[in-house]
């Protein structure tokens, strides 16, 4: 897991896999407050961007999920928002395995996991297996609004 800030990810850029910065360009090229929400397709099927408007939710109403096959690079646009994650991959059974049709499956909370608060303008990348809860609320719920970008995991070669 990865947080960072979207004005400052140039700094970081020579430790990230060249196709997050196809994610990052998307977001400076594009108008994204104006972009659709719904999926909106970079490679086909294997690299896309889901642009969504959510209302927040208090974490107790939350599963962690994991994925298994995708990397999410999740940018909040507006609002503040909480993510429960655990870099451990869980040990109970899920509570729905949905990987075969969604690469998803939901499982409750790691009593190990930790809180991440993001605000707008921040960023939060996920590798396949870890556990996040996003759009949990930091106080009240409230309307927010994100991009996710998936990115199928071997896309990503090892000597980028």
Same mark, same amino acid.
């Given at each position: 897991?990865?947080?960072?800030?979207?004005?400052?990810?140039?700094?970081?850029?020579?430790?990230?896999p060249?196709?997050?910065?196809?994610?990052?360009?998307f977001?400076?090229?594009? /108008?994204? #407050?104006?972009?659709? &929400?719904?999926?909106?397709?970079?490679i086909?099927?294997?690299?896309? =961007? *889901?642009?969504? +408007?959510?209302?927040?939710?208090?974490?107790i109403?939350?599963?962690?999920?994991?994925?298994?096959?995708?990397?999410?690079?999740?940018?909040?646009?507006?609002?503040?928002?909480?993510?429960?994650?655990?870099?451990?991959?869980?040990?109970?059974?899920?509570?729905? /395995?949905? #990987?075969?049709?969604? &690469?998803?499956?939901?499982?409750?909370?790691?009593?190990?996991?930790? =809180? *991440?608060?993001? +605000?707008?303008?921040?960023?939060?990348?996920?590798?396949?297996?870890?556990?996040?809860?996003?759009?949990?609320?930091?106080?009240?719920?409230?309307?927010?609004?994100?991009?996710?970008?998936?990115?199928?995991?071997?896309?990503?070669?090892?000597?980028?």
């Amino acid at each position: 897991m990865i947080v960072g800030f979207l004005n400052n990810w140039q700094a970081h850029k020579h430790f990230y896999p060249k196709l997050f910065d196809v994610a990052f360009q998307f977001i400076e090229s594009q /108008d994204v #407050f104006k972009l659709a &929400d719904g999926k909106h397709q970079i490679i086909g099927n294997d690299f896309f =961007v *889901i642009r969504d +408007t959510v209302r927040t939710a208090d974490k107790i109403h939350k599963n962690s999920e994991i994925h298994k096959d995708f990397i999410d690079i999740q940018v909040l646009l507006s609002g503040k928002e909480s993510h429960i994650y655990c870099s451990q991959t869980p040990s109970i059974p899920s509570l729905d /395995d949905q #990987f075969e049709a969604k &690469d998803v499956a939901f499982y409750s909370h790691d009593p190990l996991a930790n =809180v *991440i608060n993001l +605000t707008a303008g921040q960023y939060v990348i996920y590798f396949p297996y870890e556990q996040h809860a996003p759009c949990c609320s930091t106080e009240d719920s409230e309307a927010i609004h994100k991009l996710i970008f998936k990115i199928r995991a071997d896309l990503i070669k090892r000597d980028e």
